[in-house]
């Protein structure tokens, strides 16, 4: 059960990544990210939202270890930290806060506990 439910959260982030990578501005319009002058906010996009998150589940399903597992839960956890500060230093939309890092928490949860537990 624990491989099934590994799959799927790995699918899920490159899922999830594939919006930042394919439809960096309706992922930055549903994140309220503005564009600037330039095309760069697209760029980091596709690359820091997008192929990071796409190349990280792709790489835990094609290692199939583990260790590979929770190193994206640990991305996650990176992603709900984040979320925790800006909670109270920038105070974003509670809704959309709660949405986004409520996944993120639940993935790195999962993929910590059940691969290194």
């Given at each position: 059960m624990i491989d099934i439910l590994n799959v799927i959260?790995?699918?899920?982030?490159?899922?999830?990544?594939?919006?930042?990578?394919i439809a960096p501005r309706y992922t930055a319009d549903t994140l309220d990210l503005a564009p600037t002058n330039s095309t760069m906010g697209l760029s980091e996009m596709r690359a820091s939202v997008g192929g990071l998150f796409v190349?990280?589940?792709?790489?835990?399903?094609?290692?199939?270890?583990?260790?590979?597992?929770?190193?994206?839960?640990?991305?996650?956890a990176g992603a709900a930290a984040g979320?925790?500060?800006?909670?109270?230093?920038?105070?974003?939309?509670?809704?959309?806060?709660?949405?986004?890092?409520?996944?993120?928490?639940?993935?790195?949860?999962?993929?910590i506990a059940a691969n290194l537990g």
């Open positions: 959260a790995a699918l899920v982030t490159v899922a999830f990544g594939l919006f930042g990578f190349v990280s589940g792709l790489a835990a399903i094609w290692l199939d270890a583990p260790l590979a597992y929770a190193m994206v839960g640990f991305a996650y979320r925790v500060v800006s909670l109270f230093v920038d105070k974003p939309p509670m809704k959309k806060l709660l949405v986004f890092g409520g996944i993120e928490a639940t993935l790195a949860l999962w993929l």
